[in-house]
């Protein structure tokens, strides 16, 4: 049998939602991961300080009975027209704010409030690489003439490069990287790092598209070829400390994965960690899962590695009947990535962490 002990994992990239899906999701999220950085992107997007605190407060109230007790959400603001700048350095400055998330407007879920060109907000990002405070970044261009799979490249290419020359000691996040292009990026330019979801690490496009639309699969950017996520395991599985474990996971009522257009958002929270231990499994690399879950990402936001531990064990045979959908507080069913490597997978904390504060 296969057990191993771990640092308790993080997760570097999150949407939570608000009210009764609020609810419903922060509790598998709370319950596995230490710190969870939080998207700014609910309607209206979070671009304050005291509206990422007020945020913050809800999610701690939704963290559940099973929550870690030192679960943290880490809270980001959404980078655009709204944002005052000398809110978010005196946010960032009190340890209220982590960090700003860029949006090109129209590119995903919620991002109708977000901005046209990264560079515009130059004398924000020159305050925060000043500041240190890292930008995270959606990199996907929203030029309609661009195809769909080299969104990405183009966005790095076009928006990103220009923002790195010219706003030198930017700390840079390139958030769920999906190509190679990404990856490249990373490796390339010091103090970028780079999340990995899930999804794009265990699926390709055939997957999404090849045996039946799966809606479910639906994300931004879009799950990319074959030979993409085999460059996003091969980085993974390095032990690169630029890249490590944000989930993306974006939970949306089944029936708007559904309709059309489908929206984006791939709900993986409940079983992030047991997806991310199979792949490392199946890839002989279980001894790089603890660097991408539980160390580089705290390395890169300059915070303390986890002191308490988690236990996974590999399950001989399928032990387990994972749920394969949550319902929320007002009915809505949400589907739930990655039920497969849930019944190979049990995980359970093993040191007892220290309580927020405590
Ligand atoms: O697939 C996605 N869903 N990508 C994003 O960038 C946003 C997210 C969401 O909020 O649903
Ligand atoms: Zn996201």
Redesign the pocket.
Known sequence: MTVLEIAAPDDWHV?LRDDHMLASVTPYTARCFRYALV?P?LVPAICSTAAAVAYRDRILAAAGPHARPDFQPLMTLYLNDALDRADLLAGAADGQVMAAKY?PAG?????AAGGSSLLAYRQVLEAMAEAGIPLLV?AESTDPDVDIFDREAVFLERELLPVLDQVPGLRVTV??ISTRAGLDLVRANDGVAGSITPHHLTCDRSDVLANGLRPDL????VINSREDRDALVAAATSGDPSFFLGT?S?P?PLSHKLASPA????FNAPYALEVVAELMFQCDALDRLEGFVSWHGADHYRLPRAGSTVRLTRLAEDETTPLDEVTTVDGQTVTIFGVEAARRWRWEPLTEPEQVGG
């Open positions: 949407h998207m992107n949006y590119a995903t879920t919620n991002s959606h958030e769920h639906y994300c931004k950017p993306d974006a949306h929206r984006p958002g791939v």
